[in-house]
């Protein structure tokens, strides 16, 4: 129902279904449903807690769908791009994250007592530079292709 009302929007509306397959006891099989839902990119970590790991399952995934996108998600640093596109994966996704520098610098108080402090802060911003090195090892394993 998601992929037909996508397609009522824009006809050509990429699907993406988001690591559910990497629950499944058999993440190749799970994919073979996916076309027919109007799915037709899966981001997965090959039932691994990393895609790096799961290159393997992510190999297989792929030459059992050469229709389908699979898109490499969970845990991916810039240095495994060029191994997870090897590995049959057609798009990487990866958060590029880095802790933040804490608020505390910038004169924050914690509100509340949940435990939170101003030496504790822990959010996470996207880093520019994990964005770039990830740019730059993309162009370079499609530059070898």
Do not use: C, Y
């Amino acid at each position: 129902a998601l992929a037909g009302a996508a397609r009522d929007t824009d006809p050509a509306a990429q699907v993406t279904l988001h690591r559910a397959v990497d629950q499944a006891s058999d993440p190749v099989a799970a994919l073979a449903a996916l076309p027919g839902l109007g799915i037709t990119r899966v981001l997965t970590s090959g039932g691994t807690p990393t895609a790096i790991e799961g290159s393997a399952v992510l190999a297989a995934m792929a030459a059992a769908n050469p229709g389908l996108d699979v898109a490499a998600g969970g845990g991916v640093r810039p240095d495994d791009i060029a191994g997870l596109l090897a590995a049959g994966a057609r798009s990487v996704h990866l958060s590029a994250k880095s802790r933040a520098t804490p608020r505390r610098a910038a004169g924050w108080v914690p509100l509340g007592a949940g435990g939170t402090s101003a030496d504790d802060d822990t959010h996470f911003v996207t880093d520019g530079t994990v964005v770039a090195a990830a740019r730059r090892a993309l162009d370079a394993a499609v530059a070898t292709e």
